[in-house]
């Protein structure tokens, strides 16, 4: 299962949009090379159709902006 996390302005990509695509195998997440963006439309657009949006919880990091699963 692949998870997309789209995070604003991470400590690594300061001011950008950046799309991390983690793929759970068993018990174990690995999180593949992020995608970097300059719009959150441009950042949705490497996400696939199929998938379904979640907005952040309360007590996720600041910079996480969505979940995609």
Same mark, same amino acid.
């Given at each position: 299962?692949?998870?997309?996390?789209?995070?604003f302005n =991470?400590?690594?990509? =300061?001011?950008?949009?950046?799309?991390?695509?983690?793929?759970?195998v068993?018990?174990?997440?690995?999180?593949?090379?992020p995608?970097?963006?300059?719009? +959150?439309?441009?950042?949705?657009?490497c996400?696939?159709?199929s +998938?379904?949006?979640?907005d952040? +919880? =309360?007590?996720?990091? =600041?910079?996480?902006?969505?979940?995609?699963?």
């Amino acid at each position: 299962m692949d998870i997309y996390t789209v995070y604003f302005n =991470p400590s690594d990509y =300061p001011g950008k949009y950046v799309v991390r695509v983690t793929t759970i195998v068993g018990a174990r997440g690995i999180v593949g090379d992020p995608g970097v963006f300059d719009s +959150l439309e441009n950042a949705r657009e490497c996400i696939p159709q199929s +998938l379904m949006r979640m907005d952040r +919880l =309360p007590e996720d990091d =600041p910079v996480i902006v969505e979940v995609w699963i």
